[in-house]
């Protein structure tokens, strides 16, 4: 899952046309039979032939993401995200946007904390140009130091604002309070220290030990055939090197709660980030796990947006859920309130999920949880680009290639029991809480955990 995204995403501008054909539903995707497509040169894809508009959408990741930034430098990953794409080849930075613009192609690149990604799309016609300006884009990027500190001067002014938003305060103390000085705990952006220090040479030595093909994934969803496909990904990826020199990363679990850290910030609204020690994607009790958390926290109709907005009328919105990453996994969740009102929220959010861990759901709430993750799932794939996204995860989460079939079976397998199971492991120890705002109450130290009932 690419929870906690950082950086970069920076979309071009695409023409009138490309956008009206990217949010025309499609049916066909969600049904469609994903094939397993290895190209001439040894490049593997999953991909799905689909006509239905004349677009090709590709997603794809290379294992080391920001977890790979040197020791005292976090945020090269980012920084590599944000200029990649500013000038290549014989190409610089405004001619290299111009060729983008004038053909409608979009082209993005992201760090998660595991994976560094890039996202290409284009109408068909434009393939071609499209595949080159990437392969330029990875093999080739300029790094020049005029675009270099012009991203840099953005980049410090984000980090900047940062530190007076109480949600990015909140989620940087969430993280290094759940995982210490493990890469995880670090500031994925940069800071206001590290970022000012990163050199190219610190870039092109992300570049040269992370974008390889030794962890390659790619997903593709379009208007092309099998054989012009495997061409583009040899000439796109082909020249990458062959392997990765990635620094190992330990398996971390998560600090264990209770706890509750309190940040004092004059500002409107008081929020409050709550969380603790998930469910690994690879674990067998996870999809227990999903389906009990979307009772929980996901979406209007699960407990705690009732409780805490409906019946209290303490927030405006509260949402709960699961994140995984390679090497460890967590449950986040995330509210804002009035700060006369914050201890009471708290309070409120810790009695509910300390019911669900004793109690878990009732069969309705896992009747509806399931009959909800199964509609949603089918229409969330409904474009060319949110099919290829989740074809790209379930590569990551290292699931079967028909796996988007036999999904409803899994969801459905779920019983009562599992699900019980799986929150008193999600939910049974508390909560690791941080609240950041006017309060000086919601500074008040935790109540132990005490045991749970019996079910």
């Known amino acids: 899952m690419t929870f906690f995204k950082i950086g970069a995403a920076r979309g071009l501008a695409i023409g009138a046309c490309l956008s009206l054909v ?32 004349p677009l090709v959408a590709m997603e794809f990741a290379m294992d080391g993401g920001a977890v790979q930034d040197p020791p005292g430098k976090p945020g090269v990953s980012n920084m590599v995200a944000d200029l990649i794409d500013e000038g290549s080849a014989d190409l610089d930075s405004r001619a290299f ?47 020049d130091s005029t675009d270099v500190e012009r991203i840099r001067t953005q980049l410090i002014s984000g980090l900047r604002r940062e530190t007076s938003n109480p949600g990015s305060l909140a989620s940087h103390k969430f993280l290094e309070i759940a995982f210490g000085d493990h890469p995880y705990g670090r500031p994925s952006g940069g800071t206001l220290e590290s970022v000012p220090k990163i050199t190219v040479a610190d870039m092109r030595d ?46 971390i679990e998560a600090r264990k709660p209770p706890r509750r850290d309190f940040i004092a910030l004059d500002v409107p609204q008081t929020i409050v980030t709550f969380g603790g020690p998930g469910i690994k994607r690879s674990d067998p009790d996870f999809m227990a796990a999903y389906v009990a958390n979307h009772v929980l926290g996901g979406g209007s109709g699960s407990r705690l947006y009732r409780e805490v907005r ?47 861990a004793e109690d878990g759901p009732t069969q309705q709430e896992l009747d509806e949880a399931k009959s ?28 079967p290639i028909d796996y988007l079939e036999r999904r409803n079976a899994m969801v459905d397998a779920v019983t009562i029991d599992d699900a019980r199971k799986a929150a008193r492991r999600l939910w049974g120890d508390g909560l690791l809480t941080v609240i950041v705002g006017r309060a000086p109450q919601a500074a008040a130290q935790p109540v132990a955990a005490t045991p749970l009932k019996a079910n």
């Open 22 to 53: 990217t949010i025309l539903p499609s049916p066909s995707h969600a049904a469609a039979k994903i094939q397993h497509l290895t190209s001439p040169g040894g490049i593997e894809a999953w991909f799905v032939q689909d006509a239905t508009v």
């Open 97 to 143: 946007h111009e060729h983008l613009d004038r053909r409608a192609i979009e082209l993005s690149f992201s760090v998660t904390r595991d994976y560094f990604r890039g996202s290409l799309r284009m109408l068909k016609d434009n393939k071609d140009e499209a595949f080159d300006l990437l392969r330029t884009s990875l093999t080739s990027p300029h790094f």
């Open 372 to 399: 909800y993750l199964k509609g949603s799932r089918m229409l969330s794939l409904d474009t060319s680009s949110k099919l290829a996204s989740a074809m790209l995860q379930y590569q990551l989460d290292h699931l």
């Open 206 to 251: 992300y570049v040269g030990r992370v974008l390889t093909k030794e962890h390659l994934k790619i997903a593709v969803v379009g208007d092309i055939d099998a054989a012009s496909l495997g061409s583009l990904l040899d000439r796109t990826f082909g020249g990458l090197p062959a392997k990765s020199r990635l620094t190992p990363v330990s398996d």
């Open 310 to 356: 409906e019946k209290r009328g303490l927030a405006y919105s509260i949402s709960e859920s699961l994140a995984w990453m390679n090497h460890s996994a967590l449950f986040v969740g995330s509210t804002g309130t009035r700060a006369d009102r914050a201890g009471e929220t708290v309070d409120a959010i810790t009695r509910e999920v300390r019911r669900m």
